[in-house]
């Protein structure tokens, strides 16, 4: 029964409610982000691990925050998060750290963050709150990710950073090749994703209107007469 | 409302609350401040570990104030490079985005020949290595290729001349700088600034 709800979290964050495809949400830092899949890669780390801390540090003290300062309060402990993962960062993966420039401390404001704290971490319990976190962050990273490589590729003729063909086509590295390569993104997200829940649902209905396979009644006994009397 | 009252109200429980996160927030982030904190030898240790790939021995070169300053950039720290007897420079270009008030900050190595009355003499950029940047928001747009840039002109550059910044969009630096011309012109002015400060002040007056 909880691994079929874990599922379902896990598979909403991914797919269902993917921050980046079907919500479009966090649009400013997956523009300027993806001009490489390296930083886009880290980029979406980044901001799974601000959501899974503050979706379950949220998620503990959803019984104690006053529904009236929420909102500060959820600002306050993401706002946190993201100074220790800053410090982390600068400490440890210095090179991360400068390529990702003002869009790290910018992750304060991604409403990806506030939006999963405030429409789920603050109502269910922690262990929901931490997969929904880790879902909606891979989703994004997996979002992020996927355009870094297509505007790398065209734009700079490399992979994570390898250079693979002198071919390059400039557009792809500035901001309307971003806009253009999120747009196809999304619409072959959105059709891949409309095919897969369209071939569910057709399961489904052959499961329902399958026959189910009951054998003839058996014949009224004296016995059962007696039991049912 | 009584006090009695007030203590018991809504009012104060969030205000309660909200103070309380407030503090234990600032309390773990004093510590981990404390935990992670980059000293400047450590940033120095790291720039020279990325400009080199090893460790080197430098000598600081001591600049007045005005030496230090430019009409387009600042000399942060100046350094004798005693392995090679390169120079390497710490340079911040001012005109990068943010209402041309935006900065970017890069070391610079200047490499060099002992000329005849054993002054340095400029061969031209060796490297230029990016350092830090204030407010330029596309800072990520550079790729290898534009630092390139910087050390293959070194014949132009051991002649006597500077870097121009980006003037269009048909200028074919633009598309390797993805649209970040204003980011670009503060490196540009790192650099120059850096080839203004040997020319002028290490190299003593060569042209």
């Not at chain 2, 460790?55 to 000399?75: M, S, W």
Request: hydrophobic share 45%.
């Amino acid at each position: 029964m909880n691994a079929k709800k874990y599922g379902k979290i896990a598979y909403d964050g991914l797919v269902t409610n993917n921050a980046t495809f079907k919500l479009v949400l966090g649009t400013c830092s997956t523009l300027a982000m993806s001009t490489s899949a390296v930083n886009s890669f880290g980029m979406g780390l980044s901001v799974t691990v601000v959501l899974l801390l503050s979706n379950v540090i949220i998620s503990l003290l959803r019984k104690i925050i006053p529904n009236t300062v929420r909102i500060p309060a959820f600002v306050v402990i993401i706002a946190t998060m993201v100074t220790l993962l800053r410090m982390v960062l600068d400490k440890y993966i210095p090179d991360l750290y400068d390529s990702m420039g003002v869009f790290l401390p910018l992750i304060v404001v991604n409403c990806v963050i506030l939006g999963r704290a405030e429409a789920f971490a603050s109502k269910r319990p922690v262990i929901d709150s931490a997969i929904d976190g880790v879902a909606t962050g891979l989703g994004l990273t997996f979002a992020l990710t996927f355009i870094g490589i297509i505007r790398e590729f065209l734009g700079s003729g490399s992979f994570f950073g390898i250079q693979v063909t002198d071919f390059r086509i400039g557009f792809f590295t500035n901001a309307a090749g971003a806009f253009f390569v999120y747009g196809i993104c999304i619409a072959l997200f959105v059709f891949v994703a409309n095919k897969a829940e369209q071939a569910r649902r057709v399961k489904k209905m052959r499961v329902l209107r399958k026959p189910a396979a009951i054998g003839p009644l058996p014949p009224v006994t004296e016995s059962s007469e007696r039991e049912d009397g | 409302m009584t006090v009695k009252e007030f203590f018991k109200s809504n009012a104060f429980k969030s205000l309660a609350v909200l103070i309380a996160i407030v503090l234990v927030a600032g309390v773990l982030l004093a510590i981990c401040n404390d935990i992670f904190f980059v000293s400047d030898e450590e940033r120095f240790a790291r720039s020279i570990a990325k400009i080199y790939g090893a460790e080197v021995e430098t000598q600081e070169i001591e600049l007045t104030d005005a030496q230090k300053t430019y009409n387009n950039g600042q000399v942060e720290e100046a350094y004798l490079v005693l392995d090679d007897g390169n120079y390497l420079l710490h340079t911040t270009g001012y005109g990068g985005y943010s209402g041309g008030s935006g900065t970017v900050t890069l070391w610079v190595v200047i490499g060099c020949d002992a000329s005849e009355d054993g002054s340095p003499q400029l061969t031209g950029i060796e490297k230029v290595v990016y350092d830090s940047n204030d407010g330029q928001t596309l800072m990520s747009n550079f790729n290898t290729k534009y630092y390139e840039y910087f050390t293959s002109q070194n014949e132009a550059i051991a002649s006597g001349g500077y870097f121009t910044a980006i003037k269009g969009s048909s200028d074919p630096l633009n598309n390797i700088v993805a649209g970040a011309s204003q980011t670009s012109n503060a490196m540009v002015n790192a650099v120059n600034t850096a080839l203004a400060c040997f020319r002028t002040v290490i190299s003593g007056g060569q042209s």
